[in-house]
């Protein structure tokens, strides 16, 4: 880019560098453009390591034009890049190589005399290079590598016996090392696959995607916890038991630790996935923060406050106050909102599961608070 612009080119890796840094290639940015006309073009590998302060200092430099800023990073810069520079940016997601690139690059190593390890003669069966393929993982440096570390135990060999079987590749590979970053993108993604499935109520799909978190190291407490959350955000009343199970699980995994405790965990994923869906609860409650940040503070009705002195009583705290287990069924219809919210209804129960009992419940009591009602005002004069 630097060649066909005909700019000024810098490069500097972030792991190494600091601010002095980039004040050096600024004033180099500086001189170009004042003696050789030239505009100057800076790449920055694995950027994401700067911090914020490092991050601001090239944001006046980018917006007046004097460097073009090209930064490379593995992470998702959504979180690691600050808001002010990406704003100014055009990312450009790459994309993991397919298994057909994959191929196409191991064969070019094989053969490949000068950059590669065609000197080797090496034959590799097309089961053994499979796994290599699969082992990387879309990542072309690992797929490399685990060339050569196959390669390694058989280039000793007379030429002959210079073989990459399945077996050899299996030995010098040991095990897949899976994509996963704790604090990043992948690890929103999973978390995100395993809640949707368990709202879903995909059990297999919420098993996979569990077994992915655990096999790529994620804290198994998390994962019990956003089972506890998942709990009552996505199954509430529908099934009570659910939060018993998920807390359960989480308090099992604390008593016998890893690997036992994956199955106690496993076997929550699957409870919640197959339990009874409703997000009443959930509504709800948000309805209710919502109000309380519209209305503030309202004041508590007189008759449910508590009288614990003389001077309340005789304000008339907790007056007409009716006790629900002196009357038929333990219930009796009052008012316990706030006079401006009289009649509000935030908990709305479906039909699933034990919230259906719960509904046929509330209806039974508010089809006998209106007879009740209606009974009182045909009473008034």
Do not use: C
């Not at 399945?166 to 095990?175: D, M």
């Amino acid at each position: 880019m630097a060649s066909e612009t005909k700019s000024h080119f810098e490069t500097f890796s972030a792991v190494l560098s600091g601010v002095r840094e980039i004040r050096a290639v600024v004033e180099e940015a500086k001189a170009q453009r004042s003696y050789h006309k030239k505009k100057t073009l800076l790449f920055v590998d694995e950027i994401h390591r700067f911090n914020k302060a490092q991050q601001d200092a090239f944001l006046p430099h980018v917006e007046s034009g004097l460097i073009t800023l090209i930064g490379a990073t593995t992470e998702n810069p959504s979180f690691e890049v600050i808001s002010p520079l990406l704003s100014r940016a055009r990312v450009m997601v790459l994309e993991p190589f397919s298994d057909e690139e994959l191929s196409t690059i191991l064969r070019r190593a094989i053969s490949d005399r000068e950059n590669g390890l065609g000197s080797l003669s090496l034959q590799v069966e097309p089961d053994a290079l499979e796994h290599m393929i699969w082992a990387a993982d879309g990542d072309a440096r690992t797929a490399l590598n685990n060339l050569e570390a196959a390669a390694s135990l058989v280039q000793e060999k007379e030429v002959p016996e210079r073989k990459i079987r399945r077996a050899v590749a299996e030995s010098a590979l040991q095990r897949k090392a899976l994509q996963y970053d704790k604090d990043g993108e992948e690890h929103y993604n999973l978390i995100s696959a395993f809640h949707k499935s368990l709202r879903g109520s995909d059990p297999d799909a919420a098993l996979y995607w569990l077994g992915r978190m655990l096999a790529a190291g994620e804290d198994p407490l998390y994962i019990a916890r956003r089972m506890v959350r998942f709990a009552s955000e996505d199954v509430g009343n529908a099934d009570p038991r659910a939060l018993s199970v998920a807390v359960s699980a989480m308090q099992a995994f604390q008593f016998i630790g890893l690997p036992e405790g994956d199955l106690a965990l496993a076997q929550a994923a699957v409870y919640l996935a197959t339990a009874p869906k409703s997000n009443a609860l959930y509504a709800g409650y948000g309805k209710v923060k919502e109000t309380i940040g519209q209305t503030g503070t309202l004041p508590v009705p007189l008759h449910i406050r508590n009288a614990p002195t003389r001077l309340m009583k005789e304000l008339d705290y907790g007056k007409d106050y009716k006790y629900a287990h002196d009357f038929k069924g333990a219930y009796v219809p009052q008012e316990y909102l706030p006079e401006e919210l009289r009649d509000q209804v935030y908990y709305r129960p479906t039909n699933r599961g034990y919230e259906k009992i719960i509904k046929d419940r509330l209806m039974k009591w508010r089809k006998l608070r209106t007879s009740m009602l209606q009974r009182k005002n045909k009473k008034k004069p």
